[in-house]
């Protein structure tokens, strides 16, 4: 029993210190977005951090896990990585952390909702209603951007959340055959290679002051990546998932620190909305988990 506390204690701490990582990522490509083409900062994103990303998985695992997977579903899964990392890094530009985080939650929402036609998970109309009003949700947040639900910034973050919600149905596909590791390294790949060749007509020279940003962005990708198979492999998804909301928490607090925003009340509500529709969803999958495996 204080082992399996013990673990599930270990798994909650990396999400917590995966999370932080990647909300320290996420300001990083901020920083870059306004300077470089957003091909170009999703590359730098898979560049700078795939060598620690081979470093681990050679400690862990080997070479060999690497090639003996699937190679339609990683590429389908890399082309999606590609479209909503530029969108996300497109939407930067525009929008503070938090606001961009808050559309963003809507992806566990359409992870349900893609589950039912792709992979053929039964879902009820207590989930179907979760889904209705989490994206509505998401209306109260666009609201209050200045353009309605016009505004560029959070259509593009919509888009960055249909292509996360696309690639994590695609990772439960994988899960069956494919190890982490290889899933991690081969999504790198291919967002470094496809981001670079769409990128090259118009790349721009990195600028010395922005080394910086870009040793931070190498190594919070990396720890957040660890951190994140970590947090999974050692407690259950449904303990672990709902701490990806404590993202919003960091969001906030960068955006004042580095740019000294804040959200406004109408962001919170919506974001609210959006937060409690997801966790009962989550709330949903342990229920129903338990009920497979009492």
Not at 48 to 69: C, E
Not at 133 to 161: C, F, K, N
């Amino acid at each position: 029993m204080h082992s399996i506390a013990g673990e599930h204690l270990r798994g909650v701490i990396s999400m917590l210190v995966a999370v932080a990582a990647f909300c320290l990522m996420d300001a990083s490509l901020k920083i870059l977005a306004p300077h470089y083409p957003p091909m170009q900062v999703s590359a730098l994103r898979g560049l700078t951090s795939l060598p620690l990303v081979l470093v681990w998985t050679m400690i862990d695992g080997g070479p060999r896990q690497l090639f003996r997977i699937r190679w339609t579903l990683h590429l389908f899964r890399g082309v999606l990585s590609v479209v909503m990392l530029a969108a996300f890094i497109y939407a930067l530009q525009t929008l503070p952390l938090a606001e961009a985080y808050s559309l963003f939650f809507v992806a566990p929402l359409l992870i349900t909702a893609l589950a039912m036609p792709i992979l053929g998970e039964r879902v009820g109309w207590r989930r179907w209603t979760a889904i209705v009003v989490g994206s509505l949700g998401t209306v109260i947040v666009l609201r209050p951007t200045g353009s309605g639900m016009l505004s560029i910034g959070g259509i593009a973050v919509l888009v960055a959340a249909v292509g996360y919600a696309l690639s994590a149905i695609t990772v439960r596909v994988l899960g069956r055959t494919d190890s982490t590791q290889s899933m991690v390294v081969w999504m790198l790949v291919m967002v470094s290679v496809f981001s670079t060749m769409l990128a090259w007509p118009d790349w721009k020279p990195i600028a010395v002051e922005h080394w910086k940003p870009l040793v931070v962005l190498a190594l919070t990708g990396a720890i957040g990546q660890y951190g994140v198979t970590e947090a999974f492999r050692r407690a259950p998804a449904s303990l672990i998932a709902p701490l990806e909301y404590t993202a919003l928490v960091w969001g906030i607090g960068l955006d004042w620190i580095l740019w000294q925003t804040l959200p406004d009340a109408w962001m919170l509500v919506g974001a609210a909305v959006i937060v409690c529709c997801g966790l009962y969803l989550l709330r949903g999958e342990r229920v129903h988990a338990e009920a497979e495996h009492p």
